[in-house]
């Protein structure tokens, strides 16, 4: 199974937006509304920050909102803040033995 | 509040044999599914193993399976993951991780370090 396809970097402004994508197959992220995004601070756990697409945890800011389309998944940070400088992950379930796929990481910089 | 303690990371020749463990605290263990996910240095991150609320379902990434064996003791809420014949690509933080309500990773340890190395 092959991890899912995320942009090595993106980077803002403070006050700004992005989106992170996350490309995937029919078999997990186009397949399933089971996709989920993490935030990982250096030398931190991985902390969630979506699931099932679109779901936000209690305590996590409404500044984060995820979506998708077909095979791809996106994660948008608005207003960005220094505090989202981090690697964000998506995961998504896949119809494989392989429960879960990550994604490859994407590096938030706040300029 | 929701805790989970890894333990037993440490310096391991290859071939080798180490046993992880995560403590639970904060919540029903018994009733939870529990995952072991993997990060290796200056990695992305990698799903490693499943097992159910009961221990009877188990799932393991093809990189680990016949190698890693995850098991749960609900009286004592704790996790473990057994690693033996140990190549130096499992080098990683081994973090043990909480099943959501339905297929995600709601809380994490801090998890522990598992190095391979001669």
């Known amino acids: 199974q092959s991890a899912l396809t995320q942009p090595a970097s993106v980077s803002g402004s403070p006050g700004q937006s992005i989106t992170i994508s996350c490309t995937g197959t029919s078999s997990n992220v186009g397949g399933y509304n089971y996709v989920s995004w993490y935030q990982q601070q250096p030398g931190k756990a991985p902390k969630l920050m979506i699931y099932e697409v679109s779901h936000r945890p209690s305590g996590v800011s409404d500044r984060f909102s995820g979506s998708k389309s077909g095979n791809t998944a996106s994660l948008t940070i608005s207003g960005l803040q220094a505090e989202d400088e981090a690697d964000y992950y998506c995961?998504?379930?896949?119809?494989?033995?392989?429960?879960?796929?990550f994604g490859t990481g994407t590096k938030v910089t706040v300029l | 509040d929701v805790q989970l303690v890894e333990s037993g990371g440490g310096l391991v020749q290859p071939g080798g044999s180490l046993k992880v463990s995560c403590a639970a605290s904060?919540?029903?263990?018994?009733?939870?599914?529990m995952n072991w996910v993997r990060q290796a240095p200056g990695k992305g991150l990698e799903w490693v193993s499943y097992i159910s609320s009961s221990g009877s379902t188990i799932y393991y990434a093809d990189s680990v399976k016949g190698r890693f064996t995850i098991s749960r003791d609900n009286a004592k809420n704790s996790l473990y993951l057994q690693m033996n014949s140990l190549r130096a690509e499992d080098t990683a933080i081994y973090y043990c991780a909480r099943q959501g309500s339905t297929w995600h990773l709601d809380y994490w340890g801090q998890g522990t370090l598992v190095t391979v190395s001669s």
């Open positions: 995961t998504s379930y896949t119809s494989s033995s392989t429960l879960y796929v």
């Open positions: 904060g919540f029903t263990f018994s009733s939870y599914e």
